[in-house]
């Protein structure tokens, strides 16, 4: 995730991929509904009669994953090789874009198991489709890991727990905090990194930047939790009096 855009992009599609949870469970508590199976539509005649039937969150994320390879693909300069062979060498080369490629890789199968488990097969596998996620987690958990960040084991742990405990919504709501939280704090280390709204450039050993990012990132989980109380609220008066 080199560069400004290599933060963005990614940060969004976790962070929208986290709100995405947050509305679910969100109308599981409301209208107690199970989380992991979404009410279809009632079966209406017409021409679009079957795309009201289909799931698009398999195909958001297969899409997602194909955006954020071409975006990783078109920022390598030169050859995209994996090991140079110059003087006899073995050098690993672009070792954090084949990371990123590798992860995105990941979320690519896990959509494609959501298109299958949701729309094709006669009856949806949802263990599939968290067991496809959990895998996408733990290629995450090692790539942040050599990006010097260990907030997301928490992440992996919680999607993990999903696996035994599909129906509980505790755990609904701490991935969806932690997806949120993973994708704007991924935008906010993009734009102190590469593109300070104060001019100044990065420095590890300047403390004040220390207590910036501290005290910055404790308004990020402020901010994350203050959104889920806010889709849960709107939720609550769309389901309930709108809807």
Request: proline content about 3%; overall charge positive; glycine content about 6%.
């Amino acid at each position: 995730m080199g560069g400004f855009e290599g933060h963005l992009y990614p940060g969004l599609s976790l962070f929208f991929y986290g709100l995405y949870h947050a509305r679910l469970v969100s109308r599981a508590l409301i209208c107690n509904y199970p989380v992991q199976y979404l009410p279809r539509h009632p079966w209406s005649k017409g021409r679009w009669a079957r795309l009201q039937q289909i799931y698009y969150v398999g195909l958001v994320k297969i899409l997602s994953a194909f955006i954020l390879a071409a975006q990783e693909l078109h920022n390598i300069h030169g050859q995209f090789v994996l090991i140079s062979k110059i003087y006899h060498q073995r050098n690993f080369l672009y070792r954090k874009q084949w990371q990123h490629l590798t992860l995105y890789m990941a979320f690519f199968l896990s959509g494609c198991v959501d298109v299958v488990s949701q729309n094709l097969l006669p009856q949806r596998c949802a263990a599939l489709e968290q067991g496809a996620q959990a895998l996408g987690m733990f290629l995450f958990l090692p790539l942040m890991v050599s990006h010097m960040q260990d907030s997301e084991g928490v992440l992996v742990l919680v999607v993990i727990a999903e696996l035994w405990a599909p129906d509980m919504l505790q755990l609904w709501v701490m991935k969806a905090f932690f997806y949120m939280m993973t994708g704007s704090w991924l935008i906010q280390i993009g734009f102190m990194l590469y593109k300070p709204i104060s001019g100044y450039k990065w420095m590890d050993d300047d403390k004040n930047n220390i207590v910036f990012v501290t005290t910055f990132f404790c308004w990020h989980v402020a901010f994350t939790a203050i959104l889920i109380i806010w889709v849960y609220g709107f939720s609550f008066l769309w389901y309930c009096y709108i809807c």
